[in-house]
């Protein structure tokens, strides 16, 4: 019941940011030169689904590594601007990892909330044509919860950071017989930012009563790495588009004597559709 309790909690959070990003898509990014110029702009939306593994070591509540599922639910949505030489991307998403010590007799529960945006400076004819590159500066904020029930001090661990980085995508246009078939790769590298970590062996209940000391942390490749890489296929069919993929997440910090190494492998099933605005 607990775990099906936190899966609707997910999704219920999914729902409700992806009506609040169907809104926002609505409105235009900028006055056209002239009122009387009709300006068509394309946005790509996108849901998925990942299904995989995921290992988690998080050595405030345990020394050792557990293993088990990921499952996470993703809204993406990016539109062209500037007559196509650059596009926003847009991602928010939820993610839930249930996994076991190697003795399978404990469990520890992590939910994780996304939220990212990209600016991304656009080649789309590249290589004759069938290559479309894109690259820019991002910002990510991740946040959420680690549980572990056999703990009775300290069950819950908070995870929380933010960062500023780069992104990149790399489409290749093909056909796999006569269907077009778009092959797409999309990173995402953190470089610098901020992350919450108490002390070591320091209970939450002890900042609560008001020692907040070193619980903010710059973070940067000498104390934390992340880095998220996605690669997929993409086929329409009429006016929808599904894609079949594979993502990995890779998440390290050490600090406080503390260490926290996760890392993800999912299958990634998606769809959606290009939606076409008109504005003035």
């Not at 068509?40 to 070591?57: K, N």
């Not at 690259?135 to 959420?144: E, K, N, Y």
């Not at 900042?207 to 903010?216: D, E, K, M, S």
Request: include cysteine; glycine fraction near 8%.
């Amino acid at each position: 019941m607990k775990k099906l309790n936190i899966i609707c909690f997910i999704s219920h959070a999914v729902a409700r940011s992806i009506m609040l990003l169907t809104v926002l898509m609505a409105l235009p990014l900028g006055a056209a030169a002239q009122d009387d110029v009709l300006v068509v702009t394309p946005t790509r939306s996108m849901f998925t689904l990942d299904i995989g593994y995921a290992s988690i070591h998080d050595s405030y509540l345990t020394p050792i590594t557990y293993d088990g599922i990921d499952l996470e639910l993703a809204y993406e949505a990016s539109r062209l601007c500037k007559q196509g030489h650059w596009q926003w991307q847009l991602n928010v998403g939820a993610d839930y990892n249930y996994v076991e010590n190697p003795a399978k007799n404990n469990d520890l529960q992590k939910v994780m909330g996304n939220l990212s945006f990209a600016m991304q400076h656009r080649w789309a004819n590249a290589v004759g044509g069938k290559v479309s590159l894109s690259v820019g500066p991002m910002t990510q904020l991740r946040a959420g919860i680690v549980y572990n029930a056999v703990n009775s001090n300290n069950p819950v661990t908070v995870r929380a950071h933010w960062n500023v980085g780069a992104a990149a995508n790399a489409d290749f246009f093909t056909r796999l017989g006569r269907k077009p078939i778009t092959l797409r790769y999309r990173l995402q590298l953190p470089m610098v930012g901020a992350f919450f970590a108490p002390e070591y062996d320091e209970s939450y209940y002890e900042i609560y009563l008001g020692n907040h000391r070193n619980l903010a942390h710059l973070g940067w490749w000498g104390n934390r790495f992340d880095m998220t890489h996605y690669l997929g296929a993409e086929v329409r069919l009429g006016g929808t588009i599904v894609s079949l993929g594979y993502r990995t997440r890779f998440e390290h910090w050490h600090v406080n004597n503390l260490k926290v190494h996760d890392v993800t492998h999912a299958v990634v099933i998606g769809i959606g559709a290009d939606l076409i605005t008109s504005h003035h």
